[in-house]
């Protein structure tokens, strides 16, 4: 990889060579108590509870948690002094930054599929990942392939992807969030990964299996056929794969017509 590569934007994602305390990270997210949490503010992109607070903001406040601004506008919230292990993993990024913040995604909530326009390194800005809590109910899935992130790791990944996350598990998943602008420092870093493992979402797969259910099942093709609403299609979909036992759920679903319609509109703009 070199560095042209990454400013070209060629990095999907990568498993940084980092690791932190994951008891000393847990630790640090005890002191910081319910009601600092602030709910996020993209209300149109989760369902459930999503929320955060900042070590870093553009105001200095706890719950300040927006991320857009420039490396000079953002300073140190109180919780950055409070919770010292989490000051010293911050300090070993070494690239300027600009927002800091811990976000929860709480059990049995979703981040729906999105982008997150120019924020890859073909913009010069930098998104790490460190996660805080996990469970393995946890899928977190960008370019239509699922990664595995482990508490204490640190992962670049490029959100201009779709990307999205489900928490199927019993706790909150909190993860660390450093934004920052691409510099020698991070280029050296990402010279020394490569790609990441990643793996094929088990809904994605189970979908495709009941896809040729339904085409073997003219009853069952007829039904879902003649629906054109494409929420009681998806709602009636996920039903009828939950009666034949398949475990993919909305979001599956939502995320195949995306891209399909996406690689549809690229074709019909290259003719």
């Not at 990454?6 to 910081?32: C, E, H, Q, T, Y």
Request: glycine share 12%.
């Amino acid at each position: 990889m070199t560095t042209g590569d990454a400013v070209m934007g060629s990095v999907r994602w990568v498993r940084l060579p980092m690791r932190f305390d994951g008891a000393r990270l847990r630790a640090d997210l005890a002191r910081i108590g319910e009601e600092e949490w602030r709910m996020h503010f993209n209300q149109a992109d989760f369902e459930g509870t999503w929320s955060g607070v900042a070590l870093r903001s553009k105001s200095g406040a706890v719950n300040d948690i927006g991320a857009t601004g420039e490396v000079g506008e953002f300073q140190d919230t109180e919780l950055m002094e409070r919770c010292g292990y989490l000051r010293e993993v911050v300090g070993a990024f070494q690239m300027p930054l600009k927002s800091v913040r811990l976000l929860r995604l709480h059990a049995g909530s979703r981040v729906k599929e999105h982008r997150d326009r120019d924020l890859g390194l073909a913009d010069g800005e930098v998104r790490v990942h460190v996660p805080v809590a996990t469970n393995d109910g946890v899928e977190f899935i960008v370019g239509g392939r699922q990664l595995r992130l482990g508490e204490g790791e640190a992962w670049y990944v490029d959100f201009s992807q779709a990307h999205r996350i489900e928490n199927r598990g019993d706790e909150g998943r909190v993860h660390l969030i450093v934004d920052g602008r691409l510099n020698d420092w991070m280029a050296g870093m990402l010279r020394q990964c490569v790609e990441a493992e990643s793996v094929e979402p088990v809904g994605v797969g189970e979908f495709r299996r009941f896809c040729a259910v339904v085409y073997e099942d003219a009853g069952l093709r007829e039904h879902l056929m003649h629906m054109t609403d494409a929420g009681k299609l998806l709602e009636a979909a996920v039903k009828a794969g939950r009666e034949r036992g398949f475990g993919f759920a909305a979001g599956d679903v939502e995320s195949i017509y995306k891209r399909n319609r996406e690689e549809w509109m690229m074709r019909g703009a290259s003719l």
